[in-house]
């Protein structure tokens, strides 16, 4: 259940800055404030199609037969994983001037009065990260990283967004300590931890519907020293894909995935790099 708050909590903030960013352009001026009943126009689509993802996800799955689950979960937590890496990729990339390109096209649709501009824009953006949190808790709850009643798996989402509320605020109060900069890397990091996860549950999946070889399994013995059952290995298990009884094909899943995501963020390193100014030659 902490998964599902975590995930709650996370994308609910985010969600938050985006509608907030546009909130708070649109009321600086007169003409703006018109546009303010079409941004909780867009919220509320957004949701609402994220909501409809989610019946989808639930239909499908009720439509399949037995096996035919299985195969539909393990593939839901591997788009999951897959999912929290792009997003990841996408806050590196595009989180420096999310600000500046959200303003600037709610600006142009402002300029033209088409209201459904701002409309569109806000839908966009909700219904993109409420469809994240629904792959990503449909792929955690499917693949039993995330495990527990409804009711309490509902519990856990309401006291995520409730801790989302409670950050957001202190984040636009503009601490020292807590800035966005470290919000986004720190919950960046664990976002990558479940992500790996999710990937090596889908695998365990994949290997005991005989899709994925195991190649040696298990490769160790490590339940002597760190069990999976209780305490730091379950905890280690939920949000990092450690398991005490390792297949060699999980472990080089395990490698390659650390290795693309290294590749991913050095790539975003590398783009975000001042250039160096050209030097002046004299004639």
């Known amino acids: 259940m902490e ?21 708070a352009w649109l009321r ?12 909780w126009g867009g919220v509320a689509c957004g ?33 999951a994983s897959a999912l929290v890496v792009q997003m990841v990729y996408w806050m590196r990339r595009h989180g420096r001037t999310l600000k500046q390109d959200l303003q600037a096209g709610a600006d142009r649709e402002m300029e033209r009065a088409n209201w459904w501009g701002v409309l569109f824009l806000v839908a966009i953006a909700v219904a993109r990260e409420g469809s994240e949190t629904v792959v990503f808790l449909y792929g955690m709850v499917a693949a039993g990283v995330s495990s527990g009643s409804a009711w309490k798996l509902a519990l856990a989402g309401v006291a995520g967004f409730v801790a989302a509320l409670g950050s ?53 013995d490590s339940s002597a020293l760190l069990a999976t059952d209780s305490g730091l290995g379950k905890v280690l298990a939920d949000f990092a894909g450690y398991r005490a009884f390792p297949a060699l094909s999980q472990l080089l899943t395990w490698l390659l995935y650390w290795i693309v995501v290294w590749a991913l963020l050095r790539r975003t ?9 050209p030097s002046s030659v004299s004639a």
């Open 3 to 23: 998964q599902v708050a975590f995930i709650v909590w996370r994308e609910s903030v985010e969600a938050l800055l985006l509608v907030g960013i546009l909130y």
């Open 47 to 79: 949701a609402l199609l994220a909501g409809l993802l989610a019946l989808l996800l639930l239909g499908i799955s009720s439509w399949l037969s037995s096996e035919g689950q299985e195969l539909f979960q393990a593939a839901m937590a591997l788009v």
């Open 269 to 277: 390193r590398q783009r975000s790099a001042p250039r160096p100014r």
């Open 28 to 39: 600086q001026s007169p003409e703006g404030r018109k546009g303010l009943p079409w941004l």
């Open 168 to 220: 957001f605020w202190l984040l636009q109060l503009g601490g020292k300590f807590l800035t966005w900069r470290r919000f986004f890397r720190l919950t960046e990091v664990l976002l990558l931890l479940l992500a790996c996860s999710l990937l090596v549950t889908g695998t365990d999946r994949l290997i005991s519907l005989g899709i994925l070889p195991t190649l040696i399994d298990p490769v160790w």
